[in-house]
């Protein structure tokens, strides 16, 4: 019953905690067993009939001893089984987090392929949580729930057999009734949990987008869609309450019902005249422990089995295999170049959205990839990166295939700059040893030289300068110099710069060009970039257009031509030509 072995076995480390939980709550419910021993006894002795009477004060003394002796005892089991408890549900956090981690590690850079960011962080954060009541709770209460009544059983044989048959027999009724619920539980359950994500996904993507929705005044809009997700969240929170509610009800009422049971059952035996009125009194005082740890079992059988809904999601996202990549070499690439052969990519079946490329970058030199927006380049730029898999065709890193490299020899060998490369919260300095962790101070001011940012930084607190998320604190051109910074940092042999000038001052992509320019003298680059001017000095230029390549050569020959490269020239440069003239009349 709510067993997932392949959870338990997963976390085995966990197991002795729960062996001791168990351990220290049944020797707690012995030392109350003694108690009630005890108290019966000592009343026993005030009976006038009992002829066990003996000097009152040294009984007294004795029960006292006793009693106190038991509490102790009690004390330091619950202490100590909920100090178990503790080190079973740390181990099953740690254990799982770390398998989810290692799991995302192994997805790499395509993780967003296979799940939602804002799912990941529910399942890691709460959907393990979740669990902790499981192991910390759910299980020690499972097997100390079967071995309580056993123990009490085998007790009250000695006093009377028929009552303490009579209890035993009802305890199974909470777990039917548990089982009873269950069916309806586990649906309910699934579909709250999918209801949960299904927000999460909502507000991480509204508030990710929130001055976007200001802008246009959407945030009502959202607003109202955000409420009805809510609401929907709202009805099924209060689905599973009810549930939940009920089903405490039915378990109280089996439960202190079967102890009334018993307790009668010991009253007509005394009536009878089977049991004397220690025994019956003991059998009253025992009769409610019976039930106590399976009812306990119950409440926390809601939680668990929260728990074992959110483990079928942990399970589904450790399950993701990544599309088959074939055997991994453990070869590192001997050289720097950069080929695609015949490859053909779509990223649904409905539409091709690259045909039959090839196209290659040879060690040192330096390529650019053009063509008209939305005609593909990115989508190459991510294929060499990993970040998606060809159809058809093949990708090669130094002769070798792509797929077949491992991930981190890739990552040394490429470096991959685009339009809006991530900085993180945190210093400038932090930021610069992502790339490189041995990186000196020399080192890194040498990039924010090249970069043309020392200046600006000195003025500020230099490399402990602070940065918001997303370098939220920097111009545009500031925050692609710091990304480009950075990835000089790296100083791997290949880099990709798609887009790396978009969207920013003149001046920064300047600068920034002259750093690529200057770059590719000595390393492998390939940079895409739909402005045809700062393309001119690349040693090879495809034109690509509609998912294929068109044309493949040098500025001068391309522009001879006169075909899609030469009329994409002309559009550009009367546009350039255009914006000088108009600025140079106004100025006149
Ligand atoms: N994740 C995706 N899922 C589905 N389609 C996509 C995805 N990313 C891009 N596309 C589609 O693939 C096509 C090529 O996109 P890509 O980003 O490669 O173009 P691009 O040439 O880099 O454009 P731009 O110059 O505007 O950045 C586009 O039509 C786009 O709609």
């Known amino acids: 019953m709510m067993m997932n072995k392949r959870l338990i076995a997963m976390v085995g480390e966990s197991k002795k905690y729960i062996a001791g939980n168990v351990i220290f709550q049944w020797l707690g419910m012995l030392a109350n067993i003694l108690m009630m021993y005890s108290i019966t006894g000592f009343l026993g002795t005030l009976l006038p009939d009992s002829g066990r009477g003996g000097d009152f004060y040294q009984n007294i003394k004795r029960l006292v001893l006793v009693v106190v002796f038991c509490i102790l005892a009690r004390f330091l089991c619950t202490l100590l089984s909920n100090r178990m408890s503790f080190l079973s549900a740390k181990t099953v956090k740690k254990t799982l ?5 290692e799991k995302l590690l192994a997805l790499g850079s395509s993780y967003q392929k296979y799940v939602a960011s804002s799912e990941v962080v529910q399942i890691a954060v709460e959907g393990v949580d ?8 759910y299980l020690p209460q499972f097997f100390y729930a079967m071995l309580a009544p056993l123990t009490l059983f085998i007790v009250l044989c000695f006093v009377n057999v028929p009552a303490a048959i009579v209890l035993l027999v009802c305890v199974p009724m909470i777990p039917m009734a548990i089982v009873f619920v269950q069916k309806w539980a586990k649906k309910l359950l699934s579909k709250y949990w999918g209801q949960y994500t299904a927000l999460g996904d909502t507000f991480l993507e509204d508030l990710q987008g929130l001055t976007t929705l200001k802008i246009y005044q959407a945030d009502g809009y959202k607003s109202e869609k955000m409420d009805e997700e809510a609401e929907k969240f709202r009805k099924i929170t209060m689905k599973v309450l009810t549930m939940q509610l009920n089903s405490i009800t039915i378990m109280d009422i089996v439960a202190y019902g079967g102890a009334a049971l018993g307790m009668i059952v010991a009253i007509l035996q005394y009536r009878a005249g089977h049991i004397d009125l220690t025994g019956t009194l003991f059998i009253i005082l025992l009769s409610a422990d019976f039930f106590i740890p399976m009812r306990q079992l119950g409440s926390f059988f809601h939680v668990a089995m929260n728990g074992m809904a959110a483990s079928d999601k942990i399970f589904a996202l450790l399950d993701v295999k990544k599309e088959e990549t074939g055997e991994i070499a453990e070869e590192v690439p001997q050289t720097n170049d950069l080929c695609m052969q015949d490859l053909s990519f779509s990223y649904d079946e409905s539409r091709q959205i690259l045909v039959h ?6 060690s040192g030199q330096f390529v650019a990839l053009v063509g008209a927006s939305g005609c593909g380049k990115s989508t190459i730029a991510s294929l060499f990166m990993g970040r998606n898999t060809a159809d058809q065709g093949q990708i090669t890193l130094g002769g070798l295939p792509l797929a077949a490299i491992p991930e981190d020899v890739r990552m040394q060998k490429i470096t991959y700059v685009s339009h809006d490369a991530y900085l993180f919260k945190g210093s400038v300095r932090d930021n610069l040893l992502m790339a490189k962790e041995d990186a000196t101070e020399g080192e890194m001011w040498k990039v924010l030289e090249q970069t043309k940012l020392a200046d600006f930084l000195r003025q500020e607190e230099g490399l402990d300068t602070k940065l918001l998320e997303k370098a939220s604190n920097l111009s545009g051109g500031q925050r692609q110099r710091m990304a480009l910074a950075r990835a000089l940092l790296h ?13 920013i001052d003149v001046e920064s992509e300047n600068d920034i060009m002259e750093q690529i320019i200057a770059l590719a003298k000595t390393k492998t680059v390939l940079l895409i970039s739909h402005r045809l001017a700062n393309v001119v000095g690349a040693d090879q230029i495809y034109v690509l257009e509609k998912g294929q390549i068109v044309e493949v050569g040098q500025h001068e020959s391309l522009l001879q031509e006169q075909k899609t490269y030469a009329s994409l020239w002309q559009a550009q440069q009367e546009l350039e030509n255009y914006g000088k003239s108009e600025k140079g009349g106004a100025q006149a």
């Open 357 to 362: 490329i090839n196209l290659s970058v040879k």
């Open 491 to 503: 100083d791997s042999p290949i880099y990709i710069f798609d887009e790396a000038t978009s969207n």
């Open 97 to 101: 987090r770390q398998k989810i981690y």
């Open 130 to 137: 979740q669990l902790e009541t499981y192991f910390g709770a």
